[in-house]
C-alpha cells in the first residue's frame, strides 16, 4: 500500500501484483499479470504503478524496449513513462462515467514490451469517491390522500438517486416531524431504498387540506452528502381507492434483434371505486425525471407494452420499467407496477482484432517461430457467440499461436521467408465466432521481408567485346560493364573494381568507375602499337559480408586515319621532299622520268595513297600515275620548251579525313651527250640510293611477311578449333569470330581493285573509311621494274585474302591491308 500527498490532496493508491508464468511456449509475450487500485477523480499525471519495477524489467534496457501501454477503449485513460516505467493518469477518470453501477470498475491494459516482445495484463481498478450527492427526479412532488384514508395507508414516493456506488451511495431517508406521516424504506432491484409514507393518523381535510413534508436521502459518504424534496399532500375527500396492480413485479425475456412492435406484456391494474374513478391511464415513468426515455411503448389505455426498438444486450442486458397506473377520479390516484424486461444476447457482434504490437520488417533469414505481431480479439456477444478463432492463409509462411485464455494470439513464421520470391507479405486475419450464424471479421497486416546478403552480382553480358578506335581522347569513358544483384537495398548497391596483377599490366593505363562500371583510358590508344588487350572487371556488393563476381574484358583498337603519308622518294640531303631528275631532251612520249614513292602507317582505306599534280609548268608535257605515283612524258620536247620544270606533287591517303603530303620534283631538259655523261655520275648515286632504300624496303616487308605469317597461322588454328555456327554474334573466346571474309573484284580503265572484308549479307553497302579493305591490283603485264608476289589482306575478324599478282618493286606505296 501506498499513499501519496499531491499539492495538499490525499491519495490512498493500493496496488496488488500478481505475476504467473504462462504454460506452455507457443505464445511469447504474454506472461504476467499486475493489478493496480487508484480513486477516482485524481489529477492528470498521477502515478499508479511502476510497471517496470513489478514486471522486472531492466530499467537501463527500458527506452530500447519501447515499453507502452495500450487499452481496448477509446480513451487512454493511462500512459506509461518509456523512461522509468511509471503508469500515469493520462486523462480523467470518471468511475460513473466508465462503469454506471458495475462493481467493481476494471480497466484493463496491455503493457507490451519489444526486444523480445512481449505482452503483459495489467488490471486498473478505479475506486469510488463521493462525489455526487443523492438526487430527487423532481424538486417538488404533490400527493393526493383521501381524506378517507385508514391509518397506516401506505404512499411511495419516488425516490432519490445517487450516482456513487457502495457506501458512497443511498443509505437512508429522513422526513421532518409531523404528526400525521412517517417513513419506511424498502429495498427493490436497481432502486435500492423505495421510500414509503405510512398515515399515522386520520386525516381530516376540514382541519387541514395540505400538509408540506420535506424529505432528506442521504449517502454514508465522510462527510456525507444529501438531497431533498418538498413534498406537498393534498387531502380531498372523494375517489378515496387507489388502483391495485395485479402484480407486484411483471417479468419478461426478450431477444435483442427483436423487431419494433413486439408484444412483451399487458400490465393490468384494477379499482375499486365506480364510475370514472375506477377508470384507470397507464404511462410510463423514468426513474429520473418525467417520463421515460427507455426503447418501450406502453398503450395508456389498455396497458399493452410493446418493443419500440434499439434493444442491445452488449448495452444493457435487464430493464426495469415503472408503470404509472392512475384513475380517473377528480383527486387522481395512482400506483406503480414494476415491469422487469430481460434482453438475450443474440450473435449481432462480430469479432473485433486489435494489433497489439507489430514487427513490420522481418529478415530473410529469420527462424521459424519468430515473432511477427501480437493481437488481442474481443467480441462484444456472450457466450458462444463471443467465443473467437483466428486464422491466417495457409499458403502463407505465417502461423496464429493463441495464449491459453484465447483472448490473445501471436503471429508466428512457420518457414524461412525468401526476399527474392516475395518481398512483402499482406497477411489476411480472419477472426470467426462461434455463433450461429457465424460472424467474421478481417484485419490486414503488411509484412516486409529485410533482405540479407545471399546473391552475389551477375554480369549482364560474359565475357564482354568492345570495340575502341584509336586516339582516344585521354580520361574519357570508352565503354562500360553492368552486373546486377538480386538482392535488395545496400546489398544491391553494387562496385567495381578492376583486377590488377603485380607488375605493369594494361590496366595501369585503365580506370574504372566504381559506382557505375564505365571504363576510360588513362591514355590514347595507337592501333599501329596496341591493337588488342583484355582485363577482368570484378563486381562487388556491399552486403556484409561482401560477395563478388568478374568477368572478361576483350578490347579491339579500330584504326583512325591519323597517319600522314610519308614520302620515301624523292628526299633531299637535308630531309625534304624535294628531287632533281635529269632526262635527254630527245626522249620519245611515255618515257619514265621517275617514281615518288610514299607510305603510310595507317591501314585500309586510310593506308590506301593516291598522286596528283598540283603544279606543273607545262601540263602537256608530263603525266602522273593517279595510283602508282610514275611520272612521264606525254610528248616529246621541241627546241622551244624550257630547260627546266618543277612539278608538285600531292599524295593523300582515302580516310574520311584525308591526310596529304607533297613532294617537289625538278625536271632538267639536258642535251643528249650531257646526259650520257651526266647518267653515268648519277646513276652510281641512284643505284647507291636504290640499294639502301631497297634495303630498307625488304627489311619492312620481310618483317611485316614473318608477322603477318604468324597471325595467318594462329588465326587458322582459332578457326579450326571454332564452332562453324556463323549464326552467332560473338563466340566465347577472347579472339574474334570465324567469319569468312568476301572479295568483290572490278576495273577501272586499265587498273583492277578487289575489295575485301568481313562477309557482308544483300543489301549492305562499303563505306569509305570502314574496316574493310580495297587492294589495287596493277595491270597484269610484267615489265622489268615489277615483281611478281602475293597481296595479302588479313581482315580483323581473322579472314586471310590473297591475290596473287605482280607487285611493282619500284611502287608507289606499301600496304598492309587489315579489315
Given at each position: 500500500?501506498?499513499?501519496?500527498?499531491?499539492?495538499?490532496?490525499?491519495?490512498?493508491?493500493?496496488?496488488?501484483?500478481?505475476?504467473?508464468?504462462?504454460?506452455?511456449?507457443?505464445?511469447?509475450?504474454?506472461?504476467?499479470?499486475?493489478r493496480?487500485?487508484?480513486?477516482?477523480?485524481?489529477k492528470?499525471?498521477?502515478?499508479?504503478?511502476?510497471?517496470?519495477?513489478d514486471?522486472?524489467?531492466?530499467?537501463?534496457?527500458?527506452?530500447?524496449?519501447?515499453?507502452?501501454?495500450?487499452?481496448?477503449?477509446?480513451?487512454?485513460?493511462?500512459?506509461?513513462?518509456?523512461?522509468?516505467?511509471?503508469?500515469?493518469?493520462?486523462?480523467?477518470?470518471?468511475?460513473e462515467?466508465?462503469?454506471?453501477?458495475?462493481?467493481?470498475?476494471?480497466?484493463?491494459?496491455?503493457?507490451v514490451?519489444?526486444?523480445?516482445?512481449?505482452?503483459?495484463?495489467?488490471?486498473?481498478e478505479?475506486?469510488?469517491?463521493?462525489?455526487?450527492?443523492?438526487?430527487?427526479?423532481?424538486?417538488?412532488?404533490?400527493?393526493?390522500?383521501?381524506?378517507?384514508?385508514?391509518?397506516?395507508?401506505?404512499?411511495?414516493?419516488?425516490?432519490?438517486?445517487?450516482?456513487?456506488?457502495g457506501l458512497?451511495?443511498?443509505?437512508?431517508?429522513?422526513?421532518?416531524?409531523?404528526?400525521?406521516?412517517?417513513?419506511?424504506?424498502?429495498?427493490?432491484?436497481?432502486?435500492?431504498?423505495?421510500?414509503?409514507?405510512?398515515?399515522?393518523?386520520?386525516?381530516?381535510?376540514?382541519?387541514?387540506?395540505?400538509?408540506?413534508?420535506?424529505?432528506?436521502?442521504?449517502?454514508?459518504?465522510?462527510?456525507?452528502?444529501?438531497?431533498?424534496?418538498?413534498?406537498?399532500?393534498?387531502?380531498?375527500?372523494v375517489?378515496?381507492?387507489?388502483?391495485?396492480?395485479?402484480?407486484?413485479?411483471?417479468?419478461?425475456?426478450?431477444?435483442?434483434?427483436?423487431?419494433?412492435?413486439?408484444?412483451l406484456?399487458?400490465?393490468?391494474?384494477?379499482d375499486?371505486?365506480?364510475g370514472?374513478?375506477?377508470?384507470i391511464?397507464?404511462?410510463?415513468?423514468?426513474?429520473?425525471?418525467?417520463l421515460?426515455?427507455?426503447?418501450f411503448?406502453?398503450?395508456s389505455?389498455?396497458?399493452?407494452?410493446?418493443?419500440?426498438?434499439?434493444?442491445?444486450?452488449?448495452?444493457?442486458?435487464?430493464?426495469?420499467?415503472k408503470?404509472?397506473?392512475?384513475?380517473?377520479?377528480?383527486?387522481?390516484?395512482?400506483?406503480?407496477?414494476?415491469?422487469?424486461?430481460?434482453?438475450?444476447?443474440?450473435?449481432?457482434?462480430?469479432?473485433e482484432?486489435?494489433?497489439?504490437?507489430?514487427?513490420?520488417?522481418?529478415?530473410?533469414d529469420?527462424?521459424?517461430?519468430?515473432?511477427?505481431?501480437l493481437?488481442?480479439?474481443?467480441?462484444?456477444?456472450?457466450?458462444?457467440?463471443?467465443?473467437v478463432?483466428c486464422?491466417?492463409?495457409?499458403?502463407?509462411?505465417?502461423?496464429?499461436?493463441?495464449?491459453?485464455?484465447?483472448?490473445?494470439?501471436?503471429?508466428?513464421?512457420?518457414?524461412?521467408?525468401?526476399?527474392?520470391?516475395?518481398?512483402?507479405?499482406?497477411?489476411?486475419?480472419?477472426?470467426?465466432?462461434?455463433?450461429?450464424?457465424?460472424?467474421?471479421?478481417?484485419?490486414?497486416?503488411?509484412?516486409?521481408?529485410?533482405?540479407?546478403?545471399?546473391?552475389?552480382?551477375?554480369?549482364?553480358?560474359?565475357?564482354?567485346?568492345?570495340?575502341?578506335?584509336?586516339?582516344?581522347?585521354?580520361?574519357?569513358?570508352?565503354?562500360?560493364?553492368?552486373?546486377?544483384?538480386?538482392?535488395?537495398?545496400?546489398?544491391?548497391?553494387?562496385?567495381?573494381?578492376?583486377?590488377r596483377?603485380?607488375?605493369?599490366?594494361?590496366?595501369?593505363?585503365l580506370?574504372?568507375?566504381?559506382?557505375?562500371?564505365?571504363?576510360?583510358?588513362?591514355?590514347?590508344?595507337?592501333?599501329?602499337?596496341l591493337?588488342?588487350?583484355?582485363?577482368?572487371v570484378?563486381?562487388?556488393?556491399s552486403?556484409?559480408?561482401?560477395?563478388?563476381?568478374?568477368?572478361?574484358?576483350?578490347?579491339?583498337?579500330?584504326?583512325?586515319?591519323?597517319?600522314?603519308?610519308?614520302?620515301?622518294?624523292?628526299?633531299s640531303?637535308?630531309?625534304?621532299a624535294?628531287?632533281?631528275?635529269?632526262?635527254?631532251?630527245?626522249?620519245?612520249?611515255?618515257?619514265?622520268v621517275?617514281?615518288?614513292?610514299?607510305?603510310?602507317?595507317?591501314?585500309?582505306?586510310?593506308?590506301?595513297?593516291?598522286?596528283?599534280?598540283?603544279?606543273?609548268?607545262?601540263?602537256?608535257?608530263?603525266?602522273?600515275?593517279?595510283?602508282?605515283?610514275?611520272?612521264?612524258?606525254?610528248?616529246?620536247?621541241?627546241?622551244?620548251?624550257?630547260?627546266?620544270?618543277k612539278?608538285?606533287?600531292?599524295?593523300?591517303?582515302?580516310?574520311?579525313?584525308?591526310?596529304?603530303?607533297?613532294?617537289?620534283?625538278?625536271?632538267?631538259?639536258?642535251?643528249?651527250?650531257?646526259?650520257?655523261?651526266?647518267?653515268?655520275?648519277?646513276?652510281?648515286?641512284?643505284?647507291?640510293?636504290?640499294?639502301?632504300?631497297?634495303?630498307?624496303?625488304?627489311?619492312?616487308?620481310?618483317?611485316?611477311s614473318?608477322?603477318?605469317?604468324?597471325?595467318?597461322?594462329?588465326?587458322?588454328?582459332?578457326q579450326?578449333?571454332?564452332?562453324?555456327?556463323?549464326?552467332?554474334?560473338?563466340?566465347?573466346?577472347?579472339?574474334?569470330?570465324?567469319?569468312?571474309?568476301?572479295?568483290?573484284?572490278?576495273?577501272?580503265?586499265?587498273?583492277?581493285?578487289?575489295?575485301?572484308?568481313?562477309?557482308?549479307?544483300i543489301?549492305?553497302?562499303?563505306?569509305?573509311?570502314?574496316?574493310?579493305?580495297?587492294?589495287?591490283?596493277?595491270?597484269?603485264?610484267?615489265?622489268?621494274g615489277?615483281?611478281?608476289?602475293?597481296?595479302?589482306?588479313?581482315?580483323?575478324?581473322?579472314c586471310?585474302?590473297?591475290?596473287?599478282?605482280?607487285?611493282?618493286i619500284?611502287?608507289?606505296f606499301?600496304?598492309?591491308?587489315l579489315?
Amino acid at each position: 500500500m501506498a499513499i501519496t500527498d499531491i499539492r495538499g490532496r490525499r491519495l490512498d493508491v493500493w496496488i496488488s501484483f500478481c505475476l504467473a508464468l504462462l504454460i506452455g511456449t507457443h505464445l511469447e509475450g504474454i506472461s504476467a499479470q499486475i493489478r493496480y487500485t487508484i480513486q477516482e477523480e485524481v489529477k492528470v499525471g498521477t502515478a499508479v504503478g511502476n510497471i517496470a519495477k513489478d514486471l522486472g524489467l531492466d530499467l537501463g534496457r527500458l527506452a530500447d524496449r519501447n515499453l507502452r501501454v495500450v487499452s481496448g477503449t477509446k480513451q487512454d485513460l493511462f500512459k506509461v513513462n518509456p523512461r522509468d516505467g511509471v503508469l500515469l493518469v493520462n486523462q480523467r477518470a470518471d468511475r460513473e462515467e466508465l462503469c454506471a453501477k458495475t462493481v467493481p470498475c476494471i480497466t484493463n491494459l496491455k503493457a507490451v514490451v519489444e526486444n523480445p516482445l512481449e505482452m503483459h495484463q495489467v488490471v486498473v481498478e478505479i475506486l469510488d469517491v463521493n462525489d455526487h450527492s443523492p438526487k430527487f427526479p423532481e424538486e417538488n412532488y404533490t400527493l393526493e390522500v383521501l381524506e378517507s384514508a385508514v391509518v397506516g395507508s401506505r404512499f411511495q414516493i419516488e425516490g432519490a438517486h445517487d450516482l456513487d456506488v457502495g457506501l458512497n451511495s443511498l443509505q437512508a431517508y429522513k422526513i421532518n416531524h409531523n404528526p400525521y406521516f412517517r417513513l419506511e424504506t424498502e429495498e427493490f432491484g436497481e432502486d435500492g431504498k423505495v421510500p414509503f409514507l405510512i398515515l399515522q393518523r386520520p386525516l381530516d381535510r376540514e382541519q387541514a387540506a395540505q400538509h408540506w413534508l420535506l424529505l432528506t436521502a442521504t449517502d454514508g459518504g465522510k462527510p456525507s452528502k444529501s438531497g431533498t424534496i418538498n413534498i406537498t399532500v393534498n387531502v380531498s375527500d372523494v375517489n378515496d381507492n387507489s388502483p391495485v396492480c395485479d402484480k407486484q413485479i411483471y417479468t419478461i425475456t426478450i431477444k435483442e434483434n427483436a423487431p419494433a412492435g413486439t408484444f412483451l406484456v399487458t400490465v393490468n391494474a384494477s379499482d375499486s371505486d365506480e364510475g370514472i374513478n375506477s377508470e384507470i391511464e397507464y404511462t410510463l415513468r423514468s426513474k429520473h425525471r418525467g417520463l421515460s426515455s427507455e426503447p418501450f411503448d406502453l398503450d395508456s389505455r389498455t396497458g399493452r407494452l410493446t418493443v419500440k426498438g434499439g434493444l442491445d444486450y452488449e448495452e444493457k442486458q435487464v430493464y426495469e420499467i415503472k408503470v404509472l397506473a392512475s384513475d380517473k377520479g377528480a383527486v387522481s390516484l395512482s400506483t406503480h407496477c414494476n415491469v422487469v424486461v430481460r434482453v438475450e444476447d443474440v450473435n449481432d457482434n462480430p469479432p473485433e482484432i486489435e494489433i497489439t504490437s507489430l514487427s513490420g520488417r522481418i529478415r530473410e533469414d529469420a527462424p521459424p517461430g519468430t515473432v511477427v505481431a501480437l493481437m488481442a480479439v474481443t467480441d462484444l456477444d456472450s457466450g458462444v457467440n463471443g467465443q473467437v478463432v483466428c486464422s491466417v492463409p495457409a499458403h502463407l509462411p505465417f502461423d496464429l499461436k493463441p495464449s491459453p485464455d484465447g483472448q490473445s494470439y501471436s503471429l508466428v513464421t512457420k518457414d524461412y521467408l525468401d526476399k527474392e520470391t516475395t518481398s512483402m507479405y499482406e497477411i489476411t486475419i480472419t477472426a470467426k465466432d462461434l455463433g450461429s450464424p457465424t460472424l467474421s471479421s478481417t484485419k490486414v497486416i503488411q509484412v516486409d521481408v529485410l533482405d540479407v546478403n545471399d546473391n552475389r552480382p551477375l554480369f549482364t553480358e560474359s565475357p564482354y567485346t568492345f570495340y575502341v578506335p584509336e586516339n582516344n581522347k585521354a580520361g574519357m569513358s570508352i565503354f562500360s560493364v553492368s552486373a546486377l544483384d538480386a538482392d535488395g537495398g545496400e546489398n544491391a548497391a553494387v562496385s567495381y573494381s578492376l583486377s590488377r596483377s603485380p607488375g605493369p599490366t594494361v590496366t595501369s593505363f585503365l580506370n574504372i568507375n566504381e559506382a557505375n562500371g564505365t571504363i576510360s583510358a588513362l591514355r590514347s590508344f595507337d592501333f599501329e602499337i596496341l591493337k588488342t588487350f583484355q582485363f577482368q572487371v570484378v563486381a562487388t556488393d556491399s552486403g556484409t559480408p561482401s560477395l563478388s563476381s568478374n568477368v572478361t574484358v576483350n578490347v579491339f583498337i579500330l584504326d583512325q586515319n591519323d597517319n600522314a603519308p610519308v614520302i620515301l622518294y624523292p628526299v633531299s640531303s637535308n630531309g625534304s621532299a624535294e628531287g632533281v631528275e635529269e632526262i635527254p631532251r630527245n626522249v620519245n612520249a611515255g618515257h619514265l622520268v621517275t617514281k615518288v614513292r610514299a607510305y603510310d602507317a595507317d591501314i585500309g582505306y586510310n593506308g590506301w595513297l593516291l598522286f596528283s599534280l598540283q603544279e606543273v609548268t607545262d601540263h602537256s608535257l608530263f603525266g602522273l600515275d593517279r595510283y602508282t605515283g610514275q611520272i612521264r612524258t606525254l610528248r616529246s620536247f621541241t627546241e622551244t620548251d624550257e630547260a627546266e620544270h618543277k612539278l608538285l606533287i600531292l599524295v593523300k591517303d582515302n580516310g574520311n579525313v584525308s591526310l596529304s603530303a607533297t613532294a617537289t620534283v625538278i625536271v632538267k631538259l639536258v642535251e643528249p651527250k650531257e646526259a650520257f655523261a651526266a647518267s653515268d655520275v648519277k646513276s652510281a648515286t641512284k643505284v647507291d640510293e636504290e640499294d639502301n632504300v631497297t634495303f630498307y624496303l625488304m627489311i619492312t616487308l620481310g618483317s611485316v611477311s614473318v608477322l603477318f605469317i604468324i597471325s595467318i597461322i594462329v588465326l587458322i588454328a582459332m578457326q579450326c578449333s571454332k564452332s562453324t555456327d556463323y549464326t552467332s554474334k560473338y563466340l566465347q573466346e577472347t579472339n574474334y569470330d570465324g567469319t569468312l571474309c568476301h572479295s568483290i573484284q572490278y576495273r577501272s580503265g586499265d587498273k583492277r581493285y578487289m575489295l575485301v572484308g568481313p562477309r557482308m549479307s544483300i543489301g549492305s553497302t562499303i563505306v569509305p573509311g570502314s574496316h574493310a579493305n580495297t587492294l589495287v591490283l596493277p595491270d597484269r603485264r610484267r615489265g622489268s621494274g615489277e615483281l611478281t608476289g602475293h597481296m595479302v589482306s588479313v581482315c580483323a575478324n581473322g579472314c586471310v585474302a590473297q591475290s596473287k599478282q605482280a607487285l611493282p618493286i619500284s611502287g608507289s606505296f606499301l600496304m598492309e591491308s587489315l579489315c
